[in-house]
């Protein structure tokens, strides 16, 4: 069983980066897919990013790509999101997840283990 930790949230003016990170602990890392969600007030929980086992695949929500980079080094049991070019619409707390399975990677009911989650809050 693998335990999930984020940190690296905060808060930010729009137009900043933050590098989110995620620490497993527990289990064989390189075992698992790393999924990346997030939570808005008044929201339904949105898919942000997913990374394969070594890291050769990506996949991003539509609302991000081309502004987060998703990356894993399974030597250190970290995945890490880079966020660039926030915008107020970013605002949400993060969360973690991590499954064995490698598909399905943006429905985060095939999830098995979550993180406590990080709240990110961009300003104008």
């Known amino acids: 069983q693998v335990q999930l930790y984020e940190s690296g949230g905060g808060s930010v003016q729009a137009g900043a980066s933050l590098t989110l990170r995620c620490t497993a602990s527990?289990?064989?890392?390189?075992?698992?897919?790393i999924g990346w969600f997030r939570h808005a007030s008044g929201e339904e929980r949105e898919f942000v990013a997913a990374?394969?086992?070594?890291?050769?695949?990506?996949y991003y929500g539509s609302s991000v790509e081309g502004r987060f980079i998703i990356s894993r080094d399974n030597s250190l049991n970290t995945v890490s999101l880079q966020m660039n070019s926030l915008t107020p619409e970013d605002t949400a707390v993060y969360y973690c997840?991590?499954?064995?399975?490698?598909?399905?990677?943006?429905?985060?009911?095939?999830?098995?283990?979550w993180g406590q989650g990080t709240q990110v809050t961009v300003s104008a």
């Open positions: 997840a991590a499954k064995t399975q490698g598909r399905y990677y943006t429905n985060g009911g095939t999830y098995t283990y």
């Open positions: 990374i394969g086992w070594f890291g050769h695949e990506t």
């Open positions: 527990g289990g064989s890392f390189d075992t698992y897919v």
